[in-house]
């Protein structure tokens, strides 16, 4: 690992700092590159179980009974576990992380094909996977409903009989803003456009999929659980409150994780029947699920079919915005968000305007496919939020005939109305959006690209340019508006700097590529002038760190990141107690540069950060009262969360005779207020407008009436490569978040929340000549072609 601390003073951004935030190559990296890095797959125990999971067919059907006993004669098999026996032991249901329930193994009836229907644990994977064929189980096969749209019809079968008094498919009701001075501003427009849109379903897709090594010690009454998980800390918790097991006797541990993207978020019931099997079989069990298994069963996406309503005046000043949303559940509301936001934090639906009134009301029901719900780099939901108000921006300008960047210009929230709070009550820490939208047009050439479409058009000749501005809402959340199953979304951390200056920091959330073990160090580095290099990342760890809520919704800059600072300071609080001591000056005597603390006014007498770490454990004296050892812990509740904004230009290409559409260019200026590490940053913006493309153009999880996932495997669901992306060109602004302690913002999933509407603004802006206003994701050659051809499928 020391060959790249040779590189720390690469710095691009912040030539005049020797340590702390810059351009810092990765400290995980040299493991990555040499192949030494730790997933859950590699790990081995002895005398390990495997465990392999029997599925569901068909969409719905009711069990009618389950014959294991050929599978439980086969070669090396140890158990089979149906529902019925997890029943027994009241097993058979966990609660999900939205107040729902979701079948473990089912008992009565599966609800979505790929539903987990029993398990078979034995000596190794191969073992396991064909004594599943022998499982004979009978279906009485029901009607499915898989459209949401039919969902709520009378007639359609109900899904959610397992829950008391439950005679449909509606899952929850749910709105926001002011439904009356929306309808007043609305009636009082003069020019309302209304659009009906569709996110469809797509999947997060890691590459490692999802999988668990459960080690259950009868002796020591201790549960060691590696698991691909993005929170191991609220994982252990709802492990302890299902299994009934004491917290401190659970080690949940996340190593290197292969992506998450949100899809190892919830619990899913492989990890439970992992613990189960472990417990049962009283021998290590490895649970691992294939790409087939992670598409059809795990945490999905989107699924959100929205109408979108703008109302403004003839000059082109936005007055109001209303959505009507129907969500798909799927067949458990497995959707993780803080439990007051049922619907995330979609209810940053106005965008980045400065409107008079907004409205939005949801209806969500259960569907007889896959649950999830938030996942993909949401950011809760706000994806579809800004998907919606880009789209629909869009399409007001097209109906005023103004040019949409033009448009955006004039209704952006203004820098000095920060801390601004929307119609739909949520409050806007900071932004300066016009400088931002400004760079991106220059660095696009924006006014040259407009002389060039024009050329083409006349030439006959398909090229779009998609605007796309964007605001998120980062960094959940505020203890007293936020929680998840009663956990509140605070972050701890611990530092502690050993005698010879070297540094440990212990995290609550964890990396699942995002380079946390070089920027948490760079944070602290900063604050404590000890360099990256010299301060060790943990995470991943119930053990061997502190609790706090993970990873997800680009919370970690802004809440564990605030906390590492934070830690910092205090221990460099009483790092400058001790200085005072061993420079027999007062405290107030003493000036902190970078790494030391110096007599104010001469320089030459100065000690430095390990200096003062080798006294804090040495057998010196110590300042009176203070303990020795150089370490501190705090737990950080944020106050607000973070907004962070962006601009994006896209332009596209399409192939009249094919409807193929080429992204030749992409412009992404991205404001997360402080950046730590821009070449860590640049890399979230590049996998996210990545992400971006494949939503836009190729992704959706489509099923057919019967209720079949038809993207099972990555030949039918298509995700990017780097072949279907163009070098995307990036810049940035910064506008510091004022509550965080270092004024960062999160950026993790900008990329993706703002890309798509770019992308589709640009696709719909080339279909100019047909008279397309509006096609739905993913615009794939068919989809365009009909598109030009004035028939939209349906989605
Ligand atoms: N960063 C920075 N300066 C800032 C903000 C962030 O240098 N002002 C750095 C951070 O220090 C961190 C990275 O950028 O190393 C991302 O930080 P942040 O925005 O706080 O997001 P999280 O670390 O919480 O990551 C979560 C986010 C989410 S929710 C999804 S989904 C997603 C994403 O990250 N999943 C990813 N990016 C991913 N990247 C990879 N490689 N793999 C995933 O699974
Ligand atoms: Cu919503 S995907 Mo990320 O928050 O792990």
Not at 115 to 138: C, K, P, S
Not at 182 to 188: C, D, G, L, Q
Request: charged share 20%.
């Amino acid at each position: 690992m020391t060959t790249v601390h040779e590189r720390v003073d690469t710095f691009h951004d912040n030539d005049q700092k020797p340590v702390g935030y810059g351009r810092m190559l990765r400290k995980e990296d040299p493991r990555f590159l040499r192949g030494r890095g730790r997933y859950v797959d590699d790990v081995q125990l002895p005398g390990m179980l495997h465990l392999a999971i029997l599925r569901s067919p068909v969409a719905h059907a009711r069990i009618v009974s389950i014959d294991t006993s050929a599978a439980e004669a086969s070669p090396g098999v140890r158990a089979v576990v149906t529902g019925a026996m997890l029943a027994e032991q009241n097993l058979a249901w966990m609660p999900t992380l939205s107040n729902d329930v979701q079948a473990v193994l089912a008992t009565d009836k599966v609800r979505f094909q790929g539903q987990e229907v029993a398990f078979v644990v034995a000596d190794d994977r191969y073992a396991a996977r064909d004594a599943l064929e022998l499982i004979d189980v009978e279906y009485d096969v029901l009607d499915p409903v898989i459209d949401a749209r039919r969902a709520l019809a009378p007639d359609a079968p109900l899904i959610r009989d397992d829950l008391d008094g439950k005679t449909n498919n509606h899952c929850f009701d749910w709105e926001t803003g002011d439904e009356a001075a929306t309808e007043a501003v609305f009636a009082r427009a003069d020019v309302v456009v209304s659009q009906d849109l569709v996110y469809p379903r797509v999947h997060p897709a890691p590459m490692e999929t999802c999988g668990a090594v459960a080690d259950y010690d009868a002796v020591e009454g201790k549960l060691r659980l590696w698991s691909t998980t993005q929170a191991p800390h609220a994982h252990r918790t709802l492990y302890a409150i299902v299994a009934g097991l004491p917290e401190h006797k659970i080690q949940v541990i996340s190593p290197d994780i292969g992506g998450g993207f949100g899809n190892k978020v919830p619990i899913y019931p492989g990890y439970v029947c992992a613990i189960v099997a472990s417990i049962v079989t009283g021998k290590p069990v490895k649970w691992m699920e294939d790409r087939s298994e992670n598409l059809i069963s795990t945490g999905f996406a989107r699924d959100y079919i929205m109408r979108g309503e703008i109302a403004a005046t003839r000059d082109g000043r936005i007055l109001g915005i209303r959505t009507n949303v129907l969500a798909d559940h799927g067949a458990f509301n497995g959707t993780a968000a803080p439990v007051k936001y049922p619907a995330g934090f979609f209810g940053v639906f106005t965008g980045s305007y400065d409107i008079e009134a907004a409205y939005c009301r949801m209806t969500a029901v259960y569907t007889n496919k896959a649950p999830g719900g938030v996942a993909y780099a949401c950011s809760f939901r706000i994806t579809e939020a800004v998907y919606l108000v880009e789209r629909i921006v869009d399409c007001l300008a097209d109906e005023l005939g103004m040019d949409p960047a033009e448009l955006r210009l004039k209704n952006f929230i203004q820098p000095e109305q920060f801390p601004y709070t929307t119609k739909t009550g949520w409050v806007y820490d900071s932004g300066n959006y016009e400088p931002t939208m400004r760079l991106a047009m220059e660095m696009a050439g924006y006014d040259e690209l407009r002389r060039e479409q024009a050329e083409k058009r006349a030439r006959g000749e398909l090229m779009g340019i998609g605007i796309a501005f964007f605001t998120e809402a980062v960094g959940a959340g505020p203890r007293k508006n936020m929680d998840i199953l009663g956990l509140g979304m605070a972050d701890g951390c611990e530092l502690r700097v050993h005698p010879t200056g070297k540094a440990v920091v212990r995290l609550s959330v964890q990396s699942q590529g995002q380079g946390h073990e070089t920027t948490f160090a760079q944070i602290v580095a900063e604050e404590i002038g000890i360099p990256p290099a010299d301060i060790e990342v943990l995470h991943g760890d119930t053990d061997n760190t502190p609790f706090g809520l993970g990873t997800y919704g680009s919370r970690s800059t802004p809440v564990s990141g605030a906390a590492a600072a934070l830690v910092a300071r205090k221990v460099r609080d009483k790092a400058r107690i001790i200085a005072s001591g061993m420079l027999e000056v007062s405290v107030a005597d003493l000036e902190w540069e970078k790494g030391a603390f110096h007599v104010a006014g001469d320089p030459g007498r100065s000690v430095t950060i390990q200096d003062i770490a080798l006294r804090a454990h040495g057998a010196g004296d110590l300042p009176e009262g203070i303990e020795g050892g150089l370490e501190a812990q705090i737990c950080y509740n944020p106050s607000n969360l973070t907004y962070p904004h962006g601009a994006y230009i896209c332009v596209v290409d399409i192939d009249p005779g094919t409807a193929q559409v080429t992204v030749r260019r992409f412009i992404a200026v991205d404001d997360c207020g402080t950046r730590i590490n821009p070449m860590i940053i640049e890399g979230q913006v590049h996998g996210g407008l990545t992400d971006g493309v494949g939503m836009a153009l190729m992704e959706m999880i489509a099923f057919d009436e019967d209720g079949n996932c038809l993207g099972a495997s990555l030949m039918d669901y298509l995700i990017p490569t780097s072949l279907e992306v163009p070098d995307w060109e990036t810049g940035f602004t910064v506008t510091p978040s004022p509550h965080h302690p270092i004024g960062a913002k999160g950026v993790g999933e900008s990329a993706t929340v703002g890309s798509p509407p770019a992308i589709v603004n640009a696709v719909i802006d080339a279909l100019k000549p047909f008279g397309v206003r509006h096609a739905d994701m993913p615009l794939t050659p068919s989809r365009v072609w009909d598109a030009m051809r004035g028939q939209a499928r349906p989605p």
